[in-house]
């Protein structure tokens, strides 16, 4: 049977923003709306709160007192929640310095504990995952293989995979969504063309950008390794999570000398890091018992991502097709929708070109007009995207669940007069 959803309404949509920091204002600037989701989302009070409680305790885990008895049990129970939040029954979770430095972290160990063979990877891809494809491939001397993501719909998929995955494909590399794009890939789809071929590859996943939309699956994905960012899915910075599957888990990784369990963390994490992300389960907990009947915790969660979908496509067709008076985007003249107008695989981001203006003139005109936006410059993050098309500079315009269709509205009203003046 059907989840019945209930949309986030503006009743709803008033609980929501009380429950997150600085939703409207900046602390440094004032007013403001933000549209620089993709950058770093807004961050729970929750969190907040969390982070100064667990900042002030002295006392280590594995120590025979109780409050290194408390720590190790809200360790545990963040990794409980954790599974409950990616829907997985095995492997493990773990923590560690930044999602960059744990995607480098799994492809080593799955560059250097494999056999001779092939990594296969995507140009449509963040440096995080190919940067350290190329390098570790490198090491390994092991072939470094990137499909080419199609640049009309800025995603891809296993079509596109389909014709570089061989028997010897031992590692994979796959983006959930685009942080320059904001297109999402069929994870599930992608992984099953490559199990196909080459079925005990090693398949890791870069979620950083996915995260906050919600619909995490690591259950139906059929993959090894999966990353976020903990400050993208409304967090705070400072740590990334990590999950490895139990064969990831099995080959040949750096740790302690014998150290028990073989374990991926090095040294003393920070018991706040965990809590805060028990955090960020809480408020996905809630939201879908708000927006649903469901009973199950999980089932919470699911409607949660179901509902946080819902709006965010809303918002930006609101904001691509116009909303009350205000004309969308693809209706303003002088404006160049990256991944076109029509695209079902976007997750709350347009990425723009103003005709005539270079983004970061148009960045700084909508930030003296009270929106948070940012550049996307064809460098050594985003060339890879921008390049193929010729563009030097793009603006993102990223939004997430907390944003209303008042602040599009604002938007498109900005991003008219500008290009109009222009």
């Known amino acids: 049977m059907t989840m019945l959803i209930r949309p986030i309404d503006a009743e709803l949509l008033s609980e929501v923003r009380s429950r997150f920091a600085h939703v409207d204002t900046c602390p440094f600037e004032g007013e403001r709306i933000f549209f620089e989701n993709a950058g770093g989302a807004l961050t729970l009070k929750s969190v907040v709160e969390t982070s100064a409680k667990f900042a002030a305790i002295p006392d280590?885990?594995?120590r025979d007192n109780p409050a290194a008895h408390a720590l190790m049990a809200l360790i545990d129970k963040a990794k409980a929640d954790m599974a409950v939040?990616?829907?997985t029954s095995g492997g493990q979770f773990f923590v560690g310095e930044s999602g960059t430095e744990l995607l480098f972290r799994l492809i080593r160990t799955a560059c250097l504990a494999t056999e001779e063979g092939r990594v296969l990877g995507s140009t449509l891809e963040h440096p995080a995952t190919r940067s350290a494809a190329r390098h570790w491939s490198?090491?390994?001397?092991?072939?470094h293989v990137l499909v080419s993501h199609d640049n009309?719909?800025?995603t891809v998929d296993p079509d596109g995979y389909r014709p570089e995955i061989t028997p010897d494909t031992r590692v994979a590399t796959i983006l959930h969504t685009s942080p320059v794009t904001g297109m999402g890939v069929d994870v599930g789809a992608v992984a099953a063309e490559i199990r196909r071929v080459a079925p005990d590859c090693i398949i890791i996943v870069d979620g950083i950008q996915h995260a906050a939309h919600g619909r995490l699956d690591i259950e139906s994905y059929d993959i090894d390794g999966y990353v976020v960012s903990p400050y993208k899915v409304f967090s705070r910075h400072g740590y990334g999570v990590a999950w490895v599957s139990d064969r990831l888990n099995g080959l040949k990784h750096e740790h302690l000398i014998d150290?028990?369990?073989?374990?991926w963390e090095f040294g003393t994490r920070d018991t706040g890091a965990y809590a805060t992300f028990s955090d960020v389960v809480d408020y996905f907990d809630w939201l879908g018992g708000e927006v649903s009947s469901a009973e199950d915790r999980r089932e919470r969660i699911v409607a949660a991502g179901e509902a946080i979908h819902a709006h965010e496509m809303a918002l930006t067709d609101a904001m691509i097709k116009g909303t009350g008076n205000q004309k969308g985007l693809a209706e303003i003249p002088g404006i160049t929708i990256i991944g076109g107008?029509?695209?079902p695989k976007r997750e709350g981001l347009v990425s723009l070109v103003v005709e005539g203006m270079d983004a970061p003139d148009v960045v700084t005109a909508l930030r003296k007009r009270g929106i948070r936006t940012h550049t996307r410059k064809a460098d050594h993050y985003s060339g890879n995207i921008l390049d193929p098309l010729g563009i030097t500079s793009a603006v993102r315009v990223s939004l997430c669940h907390y944003n209303s269709q008042a602040e599009v509205a604002q938007f498109l009203q900005a991003i008219r007069e500008i290009a109009e003046a222009n």
Do not use: D, S, W
């Open 60 to 62: 280590n885990q594995g």
């Open 152 to 154: 009309a719909t800025g």
């Open 259 to 263: 150290a028990p369990g073989e374990p």
């Open 341 to 343: 107008a029509e695209n």
């Open 138 to 143: 490198e090491v390994a001397g092991k072939a």
């Open 85 to 87: 939040f990616f829907n």
